[in-house]
């Protein structure tokens, strides 16, 4: 089967790899988001989207 979000690595080893990533992102989100500081401000800083931020809470 083609993968076609990673074509060099095997299928199934994308997803995993994309979240290994995120997880930083999330916890420093809400480490900020812990701190008062206002969502947009986080979302910005962090390069996600509102959204994204605010349920990562």
């Known amino acids: ?5 990673s074509p060099s690595e095997p299928l199934g080893t994308a997803l995993p790899a994309k ?7 999330r916890l420093q989100t809400a480490e ?3 701190q008062k500081i206002k969502l947009p401000e986080v979302a ?8 994204s931020a605010d349920g990562w809470q």
Do not use: G, H, Y
């Open 1 to 5: 089967m083609l993968n076609i979000l």
């Open 19 to 25: 979240l290994t990533r995120e997880k930083p992102v």
């Open 32 to 34: 900020l988001l812990e």
């Open 44 to 51: 910005q800083r962090q390069r996600v989207s509102r959204k």
